[in-house]
């Protein structure tokens, strides 16, 4: 109640401090694609994180970090049973929505659920579903989340680090109004409201006056623009049109010369390679063929030459290192792969493969990724120097995504730019990747590493969880498991006015909080 | 008269019908869209709710019948991708397009037409090369390689003109030229024969033997009738621009329909690509279907004419 | 008569014999890449080397071995697509005039629908659908662009059957297939040469634009198209990475629209109204 009435006299009370501090002027962030475009959190998943997280809180903030932090969410403590199996978070009082409705442990509860709808296509709401066995409201202030079976992986599940099935909804509203209105004019508690969307051009959106995570904003207005074109997208920063965007590796040096700052998100993605499922007919079946297609590729080369040197090489197969700090998995130089040819038609002769085999690799474009036909050529050719033949099947990412689920194309090989990610985040992308009962998406088959995602899922202990993850990584990487290529850095332009900016390292998630909180 | 016009009519219908069918079949072979909306690590589980939800667990032929019956009457359904009604895409996209076709349109005209008649009326000089040149180049350069090449000379080097979007007038020029001078060709090459043949016509020798002045000749007599196979040509430049507008509108970020017909195709968003299709399909049957009746009405002999079935 | 373009004959017939004689003309290999030695500019340019005289592209392979075999590909892309196009026109436009009844309603409704289909719709479709390749391009262009021939030929037919000649064939008992091969076909073929060579530069133009879009003759095949738009987001800092492939096709496209055009003051001087 104090809290409250300390809060109410924040509120109205006269600020000194603020009262000359408005919203003002224009931040416009343009960047080359904007995944679904969609406006309702359960319809969206992490590719549309970066501007709803400013329409929205989550129960859980993150630090840029991708620290989970009771000060960035509307939990302001959580804690579990002793059995782990109840989760209770405390709410921040006195939270908005932009109709003036207050945030309670109702809205929570109910958007919990509707995050693991039927309707939601979040895409991580599968394990919740799977957990979560009901959600208590003792309170206004108090959620308390009950699951099935005892674990650590509902707080990370539910925060900012991983994907929108934290984010907060107005219960009311969105009763009120229906789900289809609310898909098209979103309310939330973040620090800035929706104005208007055109598809395909741009999500504008508005300041509140203050916000309890950001204080004042800055900027009155905040656009995203979706800018294709890498030559339109220069042309817009140097005309000041536009304050922040994504530029390619390629034009990095050019910009940085005009004056332009350049921010990185370092390791922001691991070049992934595998073989679609499943081996037992193909050469890649064999370990030492898996060893040698990671012999034959110099890394250092494709980062220095197709990267511009913005790329440095990976050793560990699903190596997420914002994971690896999390479990403590040990220095990275050991898991290097050296680039050794001649070993790598040793071993090709020694599975027997002394010729060689055809091998397919499916060349497409991905987000955020612009170099990624470029690449699957590169491999392509030192593949074959050492013997193999390798065949490129130009596709684009649906087509082939059918033929990864669909099992259709056995020993082929696919690639994605992996997002990097906290622990929990590696975690459910091996679920995903790597854990084989009913998993379409499945790229390695071992019981092993099966036995230990189950393991983790129930385990209360965090110390044996890391145990249990760094055996996974070590298993990965002594199998082989996939080629494990580069880790990129994200380079992002800004325009001059722009003096700092830390684009942080959470997973899809630029921190544009940073821009728009008032200095 | 009426009955030329009513035979045009069941024709266009019968046209659209035909499109309609084909452009189902053919959004349908590209794929399954729930892979690009679903995020990756999406299961099975998520994948039959989104289809369910989406109405992509009916039968083909409902969903055929479905279609054509909503759209007909303006009803598109709802994006896959963008999960809002097709038309609210539609009505966000097609004004912004037509506004730069129209832009464009202006421009090719007023470069085509000084060109095209200064080079019929001064035939062999330098200036019908000059005009020639100009003209063919806009034809055999890729347009988003010149769209490319002046976003970074005039807008990101001489900063003179914005590069993406359509905020104000000024962003309309990049785009409209690039745009205009792929049409510019063609316009030019058909006015300036058209009107070399009008000029070498008998009713423009009358006219010159009746003692009119040439200017007046060439603007007034055998311009007038040399527009008449250019305005045939309006269906078809329609036609021109939309497909032309898909890589304009990308270079220069223009929120259009061809923008939107790409998306749709690389997100396998049927009901947006359908819709694309067919409103494209129904301004350049309905554009036809009005030169045509245009001309009957002009011309009677065209009802008759043979190379316009 | 207007004087025979003698610069565009060159230009096609040496661009010809360059993609014939590739093998031998070609200074390196299209597809050997060193990627230690991306981007290195023309032999006259600063760091330059004769080793490459036009350069090299992102993946360090020779960009003028490149553009020769790429005449290869992008001719090959543009004399088929028409030609299959012209083939489908034709039949269809012959058909639809001989038949003038249901048969050819149904025909010309038929090119009706598909000339309101734009192309690169169509083509972006096919491409997502079953990948892009050389063949799918050109199916894609050339199953739209068939229709603009059968509507042209349609026309010629429809003129051509009120005349003498063909009632008589008809009166001695000719089976229509022997009146359109015979008698219908010879008097169009004029105008059909005349719009395949028209329609050459076209199709390499859009073959260039599909490839923008991703849809295009796909890598690591040396297609003129695909190198200017791999090209053309390093404009500003590798520019003959885009622009010799890009003068290939000025020139191509320029040569057969000059050379179309004085075939079709030669040969059908009515066409020009097309």
């Not at chain 2, 007909?72 to 709802?78: E, L, N, V």
Request: charged share 20%.
């Amino acid at each position: 109640m104090k809290t409250a009435a300390l809060l109410a006299l924040c509120l109205l009370g006269p600020s000194p401090v603020w009262a000359d501090a408005r919203p003002s002027g224009e931040l416009t962030v343009a960047l080359s694609s904007f995944a679904t475009e969609v406006l309702d959190p359960v319809l969206g998943g992490h590719g549309v994180k970066f501007y709803l997280a400013l329409i929205f809180d989550y129960l859980i903030g993150v630090t840029p970090d991708g620290q989970l932090s009771p000060d960035l969410g509307i939990a302001t403590a959580w804690e579990p049973s002793a059995d782990h199996k109840r989760w209770t978070f405390t709410l921040r009082r006195g939270v908005r929505f932009h109709n003036g409705d207050e945030l309670t442990s109702s809205d929570v509860k109910w958007s919990l659920l509707r995050a693991i709808s039927k309707r939601s296509t979040t895409g991580y709401a599968g394990v919740l579903r799977a957990l979560l066995q009901d959600i208590e409201t003792p309170a206004p202030d108090r959620v308390v989340i009950v699951t099935k079976e005892p674990t650590l992986v509902i707080p990370p599940y539910l925060s900012r680090a991983l994907s929108s099935e934290g984010m907060i909804l107005p219960r009311k509203y969105v009763e009120a109004v229906g789900d289809d209105m609310f898909a098209q004019k979103p309310i939330g508690s973040g620090p800035y409201r929706f104005v208007e969307q055109v598809t395909g051009s741009h999500v504008k959106l508005t300041a509140v006056e203050r916000h309890w995570r950001l204080g004042t904003p800055k900027y009155r207005i905040v656009t995203f623009r979706v800018v294709p074109e890498e030559a339109t997208r220069m042309a817009m920063v140097r005309r000041g049109d536009v304050d922040v965007a994504d530029v390619s590796r390629d034009r990095v040096r050019e910009m940085e010369r005009a004056g332009f700052p350049i921010y990185y998100r370092n390791n922001d993605a691991l070049l992934h390679l595998w073989w679609i499922l499943p081996w037992d007919r193909v050469p890649v079946r064999d370990k030492r063929v898996r060893e040698a297609l990671n012999l034959a590729i110099d890394r250092r080369e494709i980062a220095a030459t197709i990267f511009g040197g913005k790329a440095e090489p990976a050793g560990v197969p699903f190596g997420l290192t914002w994971g690896f700090r999390d479990v403590r998995w040990r220095n990275a130089e050991t898991d290097q792969y050296p680039f050794d040819p001649a070993r790598a038609r040793k071993l090709l002769a020694e599975a027997g493969y002394p010729r060689g085999f055809p091998i397919s690799i499916f060349a497409y474009q991905l987000p955020a990724l612009p170099e990624g036909k470029e690449m699957a050529e590169a491999v392509s050719g030192y593949w074959q120097k050492i013997g193999v033949q390798p065949k490129l099947i130009p596709v684009d990412y649906p087509a082939f995504r059918k033929q990864w689920v669909d099992r259709a194309a056995p020993g082929a090989v696919g690639y994605y730019n992996l997002p990097n990610r906290d622990w929990i985040g590696t975690y459910t992308l091996l679920e995903k990747f790597a854990h084989t009962p009913s998993k379409p998406t499945d790229t390695v088959a071992d019981p092993e590493i099966d036995g230990m995602l189950e393991a983790i899922l129930r385990e209360t202990d965090r110390e044996k969880i890391n145990v249990f993850m760094r055996r996974i990584f070590a298993r990965l990487r002594s199998e082989h498991y996939g080629v494990p290529l580069v880790y990129l850095h994200t380079p992002y332009v800004t325009s001059k006015r722009i003096a700092h900016w830390n684009p942080g390292s959470v997973m899809l998630d630029l921190n544009i909080d940073e821009l728009a909180a008032q200095r | 008269m009426a009955r030329f016009l009513l035979t045009r009519l069941i024709q266009s219908v019968a046209t659209l019908v035909l499109l309609s069918l084909v452009i189902f079949v053919l959004a349908r072979a590209t794929g399954d869209p729930l892979t690009l909306i679903l995020p990756m690590v999406a299961t099975e589980e998520d994948f039959a709710n989104a289809r369910r939800y989406l109405g992509l667990d009916q039968p083909l032929h409902v969903q055929y019948l479905m279609f054509v019956g909503k759209a007909a009457a303006g009803d598109f359904g709802t994006s896959i991708r963008a999960r809002r009604p097709v038309i609210e895409l539609l009505r966000q996209r097609l004004p912004s397009s037509l506004a730069l076709g129209a832009f464009s349109m202006a421009v090719s005209l007023l470069i085509a037409f000084p060109l095209g008649v200064l080079a019929a009326v001064r035939k062999g000089t330098a200036l019908d090369t000059g005009a020639k040149i100009v003209a063919a180049l806009g034809q055999a350069l890729p347009t988003f390689w010149v769209g490319i090449v002046l976003i970074e000379i005039v807008a990101g080097r001489l900063q003179w003109l914005p590069a993406g979007g359509n905020d104000s007038p000024a962003h309309y020029i990049l785009p409209g030229f690039t745009l205009g001078w792929f049409v510019i060709a063609g316009l030019m090459r058909l006015l300036r024969s058209s009107m070399l043949e009008v000029l070498d016509s008998d009713y423009v020798k009358t006219a010159r033997a009746k003692g009119a002045g040439e200017p007046a000749v060439v603007w007034r007599h055998a311009l007038k009738n040399a527009l008449i196979p250019v305005v045939t040509f309006a269906g078809v430049y329609f036609a021109i621009l939309v497909t032309t507008a898909i890589v304009v509108e990308t270079v220069f970020a223009w929120p259009g329909m061809g923008r939107l017909a790409y998306e749709a195709i690389t997100a396998r968003d049927f009901p947006v690509i359908q819709a694309v299709v067919l409103v494209t399909a129904v301004i350049v049957v309905a554009v036809n279907l009005v030169v045509d009746s245009l001309y009957a009405c002009i011309d009677p002999r065209i009802r008759i004419d043979p190379r316009r079935p | 008569m207007k004087r025979p373009p003698v610069v565009s004959a060159a230009i096609i017939l040496g661009f010809v014999l360059l993609a014939l004689l590739a093998d031998v003309v070609s200074p390196g290999d299209p597809y050997e890449q060193t990627l230690r030695a991306r981007f290195t500019p023309p032999a006259w340019e600063a760091h330059g080397s004769w080793t490459h005289p036009l350069g090299t592209d992102r993946l360090g392979r020779d960009l003028l071995s490149r553009i020769i075999f790429g005449a290869r590909v992008s001719l090959a892309a543009g004399v088929v697509t028409v030609l299959l196009a012209g083939f489908i026109g034709a039949g269809v436009g012959l058909v639809a005039g001989y038949h003038r009844g249901r048969v050819g309603a149904i025909l010309m409704r038929v090119t009706d629908a598909t000339l309101a289909f734009p192309i690169i719709l169509l083509a972006l479709i096919l491409a997502v659908t079953v990948g892009p390749s050389f063949t799918n391009v050109v199916i894609a262009i050339a199953v739209i662009l068939w229709a603009r021939y059968a509507r042209v030929i349609h026309g010629e037919v429809l003129a051509l059957m009120e005349r003498e000649f063909i009632a008589q064939a008809r009166v001695i008992g000719c089976s229509a297939g022997r009146i359109i091969v015979v008698h219908l076909l010879p008097n169009t073929l004029n105008t059909l040469i005349v719009l395949l060579t028209l329609q050459v530069g076209y199709v390499i133009i859009v073959e260039a634009s599909l490839s923008f879009l991703g849809a295009g003759i796909p890598p690591p095949a040396p297609a003129w198209g695909s190198m200017v738009a791999e090209g053309r987001d390093v404009i500003t800092t590798a520019w003959w990475v885009s622009f010799f492939p890009g003068l290939a096709i000025l020139l191509v496209v320029l040569a057969f629209n000059l050379f179309g055009d004085w075939l079709r003051d030669v040969l059908d001087p009515k066409l020009r109204q097309q």
